[in-house]
């Protein structure tokens, strides 16, 4: 079975600060990794994902995310928030029933 | 296009009451899914379906049944509701599931209360 561990539940941070949120994943096999925004009353929606090739994957509003197989990791990175980046974070994978498993989520504020 | 469109959006219910979530597509997905979520709970798979006339149970299916009839609509029953089921759904589809991890669409949820 696959299952996703998001370390951080909840960040605060102030704009033009870095972002870093872990995703941890166990699946013996190979994946498929996302991860997904949710802004405040809205649905989620893809941030960038992964399948295979470049394990630097560049996603949308300036969003990048590595895939480390070592570490069964795909953390979720931006040089610099903005207020409007402000939302839930959702990453999930799919493993060999391709249905996908997603986190916990983690609850990004940022402060102006 | 719509994408995924969910009907209603808001419900409040008794116990005990029945109702349907109504998730409609309209971009040929093969695949369709209901989550709900919870707070701190992220997203979790009540039911999907593989294609029109197929469905199977995800990870927490109990007290909800669903059915694909036709490819594009998808729904989710609760016979009996509980106040536990108080919760968003979110239905999804996918155009298909292959090696390349197609990324799921989602709906804009149903906010649904039991009291």
């Known amino acids: 079975a696959q299952s996703v561990s998001q370390h951080n539940h909840h960040v605060i941070l102030s704009e033009a600060a870095s972002l870093e949120l872990g995703c941890n994943y166990s699946?013996?096999?190979?994946?498929?990794l996302f991860w997904y925004v949710q802004y405040p009353g809205q649905h989620l929606q893809l941030l960038l994902k992964?399948?295979?090739?470049?394990?630097l994957v560049k996603g949308i509003k300036g969003f990048e995310a590595e895939f480390i197989k070592s570490k069964f990791s795909f953390n979720l990175r931006k040089p610099s928030v903005q207020w409007s980046d402000t939302a839930e974070y959702f990453c999930?994978?799919?493993?060999?029933?391709?249905?996908?498993?997603f986190g916990r989520g983690t609850s990004l504020i940022v402060h102006p | 296009n719509a994408g995924v469109t969910q009907t209603p959006k808001f419900r409040v219910l008794k116990t005990g009451q029945s109702m349907t979530l109504l998730c409609a597509q309209d971009?040929?997905?093969?695949?369709m899914y209901w989550y709900r979520q919870d707070p701190g709970m992220g997203l979790r798979l009540i039911h999907y379906?593989?294609?029109?006339?197929?469905?199977a149970k995800g990870e927490v299916p109990d007290g909800y049944n669903v059915s694909r009839l036709k490819k594009q609509n998808f729904l989710l029953g609760l016979e009996s509701a509980a106040p536990s089921q108080t919760s968003v759904y979110f239905c999804?589809?996918?155009?298909?599931?292959?090696?390349?991890?197609?990324?799921?669409?989602f709906g804009d949820g149903t906010r649904l209360s039991i009291l």
């Open positions: 999804a589809s996918t155009r298909r599931i292959d090696r390349a991890g197609q990324p799921q669409h």
């Open positions: 699946y013996g096999g190979t994946v498929n």
């Open positions: 992964y399948f295979s090739g470049d394990p």
């Open positions: 999930a994978v799919s493993g060999g029933s391709y249905i996908p498993t």
């Open positions: 971009m040929n997905h093969e695949y």
């Open positions: 379906s593989v294609g029109e006339g197929t469905t």
